[in-house]
């Protein structure tokens, strides 16, 4: 294990790493479709759509990236992804046809899967095992603010650079900050197959309620991503459906990124006394209750979208560290992997289908989709919580809900 004088470097390196990683790929889109379409007459809804393919391109690779991280590490994937990162930027930069700057985005979408959340959580969890919940969580906060960092810088550079200008200037970015502070700050991690005394340790496989543990986790992530999505794409336009002008759509929407951070500096103050499960039927609890005033169209919406929003923040955290709490260290980094593929799917796939939703079936009854999908989740939830009661009994541990 690392030692634990080394974790706010390490946590604050990646921090940065997410705040770059997360503001040049999935957000970029936000602030440069729109230059993008005007200057090169590309549709928009391909230039969009470039998100979109990343993601699966991501989805495709987090599993062979999180067994990587379970033998050799996060260091080498993370400087990888660095690497990916600023060599499709590079190539949106440069692309002269709509072609191009797509396989730009296959190139970004591999270093997504690199780079993002899921291998930052994966990394900690091999390097402080059982003890990283407060790592992930510290990272989730400082990670949380790449919208509010990247977006302006996004907008400044393409006043003053122009959109080429801005992607070439994140590739440099990841090159002269990303890359150095991963070799410099990222400790490189012993190979799991050898244990201390160099002789091979296998990793012992998953029980079957563990098995079964995974199944409902990895419902919990398609659903939470779906919904996730599909709030961020087109929160703007179902207020606006409901008769709210742009101006107060966008401000009730700017409601939701200091609901997320709140909700994680309680976390964080918490101190990690309670088992993860807790956070993540808090979330979901949360995120159904704003959902649910939101379709009952009530008019409190700003109260509905900043408890929306804490939900949504400490789900973050949740992602992390409820594998980690079910599955334990040895299987932690490989199963994040795993993992993150349908979650990341569900992503990708979310937007256009809300898109033929909205046109089907209306933003009403589209709201109450939503408030359903959270719902069945935290059903999902309640299987997680049976399962963990079926772990306990199996080892003789007592059924205790506190800090495992």
């Given at each position: 294990?690392a030692?634990?004088?080394?974790?706010?470097?390490?946590?604050?390196?990646?921090g940065?790493?997410?705040?770059?990683?997360w503001?040049s790929?999935f957000?970029?889109?936000?602030?440069?479709?729109?230059p993008?379409?005007r200057?090169?007459?590309?549709?928009?809804?391909?230039?969009?759509?470039?998100?979109?393919?990343?993601?699966?391109?991501?989805?495709?690779?987090?599993?062979?990236?999180?067994?990587?991280?379970?033998?050799?590490?996060?260091?080498?994937?993370?400087?990888?992804a660095?690497?990916?990162l600023?060599?499709?930027?590079?190539?949106?930069g440069?692309?002269p046809?709509?072609p191009?700057?797509l396989?730009?985005?296959l190139?970004?979408?591999?270093?997504?899967?690199?780079?993002?959340?899921?291998?930052?959580?994966?990394?900690?969890?091999r390097?402080?095992?059982?003890?990283a919940?407060?790592?992930?969580?510290?990272l989730?906060?400082v990670?949380?603010f790449?919208?509010t960092?990247c977006w302006?810088?996004?907008?400044?550079l393409?006043a003053?650079?122009?959109?080429?200008?801005?992607?070439?200037?994140?590739?440099g970015?990841?090159?002269?900050?990303?890359?150095?502070l991963?070799l410099?700050?990222?400790?490189?991690a012993?190979?799991?197959?050898v244990?201390e005394?160099?002789r091979a340790?296998?990793?012992?496989?998953?029980a079957?309620?563990?098995?079964?543990?995974?199944?409902?986790?990895?419902?919990v992530?398609?659903l939470?991503?779906?919904?996730?999505?599909?709030?961020?794409?087109?929160?703007?336009?179902l207020?606006?459906a409901?008769?709210?002008?742009?101006?107060?759509?966008?401000?009730y929407g700017?409601?939701?990124g200091?609901?997320?951070?709140?909700?994680?500096?309680?976390?964080?103050?918490?101190?990690?006394?309670?088992?993860?499960?807790?956070?993540?039927?808090a979330?979901?609890?949360?995120?159904?209750?704003?959902l649910?005033?939101l379709?009952?169209?009530?008019?409190?919406?700003?109260?509905?979208?900043a408890i929306?929003?804490?939900?949504?923040g400490?789900?973050?955290i949740?992602?992390g560290?409820?594998?980690?709490?079910?599955?334990?260290?040895?299987?932690?980094?490989?199963?994040?992997?795993r993992l993150?593929?349908?979650?990341?799917?569900a992503?990708?796939?979310?937007?256009?289908?809300?898109?033929?939703?909205?046109?089907?079936?209306?933003?009403?009854?589209l709201?109450?989709?939503?408030a359903l999908?959270?719902?069945i989740?935290l059903?999902?939830?309640g299987g997680?919580w049976r399962m963990?009661k079926?772990g306990?009994?199996a080892?003789?541990?007592?059924?205790?809900d506190?800090r495992?």
């Amino acid at each position: 294990m690392a030692d634990r004088t080394r974790r706010w470097p390490v946590i604050a390196a990646l921090g940065v790493v997410q705040i770059l990683a997360w503001g040049s790929s999935f957000y970029i889109p936000a602030v440069l479709a729109e230059p993008i379409a005007r200057d090169t007459g590309w549709p928009l809804a391909w230039i969009v759509g470039g998100l979109s393919l990343g993601l699966l391109v991501a989805a495709f690779a987090s599993p062979r990236v999180g067994a990587v991280i379970q033998r050799r590490g996060g260091r080498p994937i993370l400087a990888a992804a660095a690497l990916l990162l600023a060599a499709g930027l590079a190539v949106l930069g440069l692309a002269p046809t709509l072609p191009v700057f797509l396989a730009g985005w296959l190139i970004l979408g591999l270093g997504m899967g690199c780079g993002l959340y899921d291998p930052a959580y994966a990394t900690l969890g091999r390097l402080y095992g059982s003890e990283a919940r407060s790592a992930i969580t510290a990272l989730t906060l400082v990670g949380g603010f790449a919208s509010t960092v990247c977006w302006p810088l996004s907008a400044f550079l393409v006043a003053h650079l122009g959109w080429r200008g801005t992607c070439f200037a994140y590739a440099g970015l990841h090159l002269a900050v990303t890359l150095p502070l991963v070799l410099a700050f990222i400790p490189p991690a012993t190979p799991r197959a050898v244990a201390e005394t160099g002789r091979a340790h296998p990793v012992v496989p998953l029980a079957p309620w563990q098995a079964r543990a995974f199944l409902l986790m990895a419902g919990v992530l398609v659903l939470g991503g779906t919904i996730m999505a599909l709030v961020s794409v087109h929160l703007l336009t179902l207020l606006q459906a409901r008769g709210e002008t742009l101006a107060a759509a966008v401000a009730y929407g700017g409601l939701i990124g200091p609901s997320q951070v709140g909700a994680r500096l309680v976390e964080i103050a918490n101190r990690g006394r309670h088992h993860p499960l807790w956070t993540l039927t808090a979330a979901f609890t949360l995120v159904a209750l704003g959902l649910l005033l939101l379709a009952s169209h009530g008019p409190a919406i700003g109260l509905a979208l900043a408890i929306y929003g804490a939900g949504n923040g400490i789900y973050s955290i949740a992602r992390g560290t409820v594998p980690l709490a079910l599955f334990g260290p040895e299987h932690y980094a490989g199963l994040v992997g795993r993992l993150a593929r349908p979650g990341l799917v569900a992503q990708a796939l979310a937007p256009p289908l809300g898109a033929f939703l909205l046109v089907r079936i209306g933003p009403d009854a589209l709201w109450g989709l939503l408030a359903l999908l959270a719902v069945i989740n935290l059903g999902l939830i309640g299987g997680l919580w049976r399962m963990k009661k079926v772990g306990a009994a199996a080892s003789g541990e007592p059924l205790s809900d506190a800090r495992p």
